[in-house]
């Protein structure tokens, strides 16, 4: 099971910190992938990052801006967001595969519920 939290109302500009818990079994051996999905769009991929941390991806559209990171100890992935848009307003989904999968979402196992992220302008 995974949940995702952290999401709010943040200014343009400012910074927010998504985490995602898994429970239930043990992830530190998963990939583990944040996506996003804004009204009236389709799902997309923000970042992923591998098992062993040594393969962390992020989307063209967040590079320089969002960063992801792990900390297998806690079964937690993280989602450093700075410099937010308006255009990131989103609800944020956390996701896990043991196949090695990074942007592909038909790849993900485990899916969270989502927190709703959105950026005033």
């Known amino acids: 099971q995974l949940q995702a939290y952290g999401g709010g109302l943040v200014q343009a500009g400012g910074s927010l910190r998504l985490s995602c818990q898994a429970s239930?079994?043990?992830?530190?051996?998963?990939?583990m992938g944040w996506f996003r999905q804004a009204p009236g769009k389709e799902r997309e991929f923000v970042a992923a990052?591998?098992?062993?941390?040594?393969?962390?991806r992020v989307a063209d559209s967040v590079k320089g801006r969002f960063a992801i990171s792990r900390d297998n100890a806690k079964n937690t992935v993280y989602l450093q967001m700075n410099s937010l848009k308006p255009e990131d307003t989103a609800v944020y989904y956390c996701?896990?595969?043991?196949?090695?999968?990074?942007?592909?979402?038909?790849?993900?196992?485990?899916w969270g519920q989502g927190t709703l992220v959105t950026v005033s302008s």
């Open positions: 996701a896990a595969n043991k196949w090695g999968t990074l942007s592909s979402m038909s790849g993900y196992d485990y």
């Open positions: 239930g079994g043990t992830f530190s051996s998963y990939t």
């Open positions: 990052i591998s098992w062993n941390v040594i393969i962390p």
